[in-house]
């Protein structure tokens, strides 16, 4: 086990980078014409670095990926309360890849971007909560 000032630095590095994807997730839906698929991806981002965060917290490896079915069972498995919100933004995970190439998928609409934001910052809240004062 890392002592006690690495994992906490690692954590709010990861938290911090999820703050950071929530932040571009809203300047994204703030412009003009909304940048949507480039907001989902940072919802899906944001999630996946706080999820990430909650799993450094414990000192819990985690191998890379986008996937957020995979962390979030990690994180369940520690923190049971989480489960209602792991489970709907599990469904973000294609989001890591949906729009980032060119091809033939649909446009997301704006409701689809507003409704991934505030799962985003649900999650993102939520695993802050978890964490607790300890973190800072």
């Not at 919100?85 to 998928?105: C, H, N, Q």
Request: hydrophobic letters at 45%.
């Amino acid at each position: 086990m890392r002592p006690d000032d690495a994992r906490r630095a690692d954590a709010r590095a990861w938290l911090s980078k999820a703050s950071a994807d929530l932040r571009g997730a809203s300047i994204d839906l703030a412009a003009a014409p909304p940048l949507l698929e480039d907001a989902l991806f940072h919802c899906q981002q944001a999630v996946e670095k706080a999820l990430k965060g909650l799993l450094a917290w414990h000192d819990e490896p985690f191998r890379k990926t986008h996937n957020l079915e995979e962390l979030g069972r990690d994180v369940v498995r520690l923190h049971p309360e989480l489960t209602d919100v792991i489970d709907r933004a599990s469904l973000l995970t294609e989001y890591a890849w949906k729009f980032r190439y060119p091809g033939d998928v649909e446009t997301p609409s704006e409701s689809e971007a507003r409704d991934a934001v505030a799962l985003a910052q649900e999650t993102h809240a939520a695993v802050l909560v978890a964490i607790g004062e300890r973190l800072f």
